[in-house]
């Protein structure tokens, strides 16, 4: 199993970011799949999921409204488009394979991250 992010970088308060996630070495359109972010000295937080076909999506209260969650399943990729970004919001985001969509921040494989950084 391998997951591969990109799309993070520097972007000042109110700006946008769209992350993406390449998955590889397993069934991707057979598991719910989430973004959790951990911000420095922090514990990880679950950020998004979306179920296996992509029709159902659920996020954080911390996101919501701002952040929105998608998926291909002939790309074998996952994304996270970020509006209207705060300085809370930096963190090193991963993607995350989940146990399932109830259980979204059970998960089994992450990758290594892409980093998000708010700030003016």
């Known amino acids: 199993v391998q997951l591969v992010e990109s799309g993070g970088g520097m972007v000042q308060p109110g700006g946008s970011l769209r992350l993406s996630c390449a998955a590889s070495?397993?069934?991707?359109?057979?598991?719910?799949m989430s973004w959790v972010r951990q911000a420095p000295g922090k514990g990880p937080e679950w950020v998004s999921v979306v179920s296996t076909a992509g029709r159902s999506t659920n996020y954080a209260d911390s996101v919501k409204g701002r952040f929105t969650i998608s998926r291909d399943n002939a790309q074998n990729s996952l994304y996270l488009q970020m509006n209207s970004l705060k300085p809370q919001d930096t963190a090193l985001y991963y993607c995350?394979?989940?146990?399932?969509?109830?259980?979204?921040?059970?998960?089994?494989?992450r990758g290594q991250g892409t980093q998000v950084t708010v700030s003016s």
């Open positions: 995350a394979r989940s146990a399932s969509f109830r259980r979204p921040q059970e998960y089994d494989y």
């Open positions: 070495g397993f069934t991707f359109g057979n598991y719910a």
